[in-house]
């Protein structure tokens, strides 16, 4: 099948069912290359996980090597969460090929991301008719609080990480999306590293590990 976008994708060692989906979206000037690298240590405690790594839409404007979600170079925000919302239409197109593709549902679904990828990540999992297994955002935040609580139609646990010395996305953005979702009676843990900066570090990715883990064992 050919998806709407174009996807890394890492199934199972030795033709082994796939039970479960993690699906990662990438950051800013990114690619679906990039934020594989995360499947590296997953994978081999997650036998029967697909990993599925798509890349942005858009040619990102300031880095055409790389993709984006939605376009950053205007400092607008109604035209910033336009974009993003072209965006998230295109990642639930994208989402029920994967599904329809390997025959999950999403309660069989991660999604994750980093940086922008986590800001799509929370809008399209939490905007879903149906729950997600989880949401695991790095380095992210909620783009439109308002518009976002107008749209609300799930309560997916979501587990969100930050690096407390973060100068592109201050972490300050953490604790204001931890309040939203607690707010929204949302179950949410958070993870606020010391001395990192934009990057998603090992004791990040571990947690992240473990916490999709439970969530896949406990369906």
Known sequence: MTFCLNSLI???ENRKEIKNAVILLHGYGGDGKDISMVSLNWKRHM??????????????????SGYQWFDLTKDDPKYILEQ????????????????????LTNDKICLSGFSQGC??????????????????????KIIDQNNLKTRLKNSTSTLLIHGDADQVVPSMHLLEAKDFLIRNSI????????????????????TALNYILKKFNNR
């Open 10 to 12: 890492i199934k199972p």
């Open 47 to 64: 036998p029967n996980t697909v990993f599925i790594c798509p890349d942005g839409h858009e040619t990102c404007l300031i880095n055409p």
């Open 84 to 103: 993003s919302i072209k965006a998230e239409n295109k990642i639930d197109k994208f989402i029920n090929e994967i599904k329809q593709e390997f025959n």
């Open 119 to 140: 800001m799509m990540s929370i809008n399209v999992g939490l905007t879903s008719e149906e729950k997600y297994s989880c949401i695991v955002g790095f380095s992210g």
């Open 187 to 206: 179950d949410v843990q958070t993870l606020l590293i010391k001395n990192c900066e934009h990057h998603i570090p090992i004791e990040a990715s571990s």
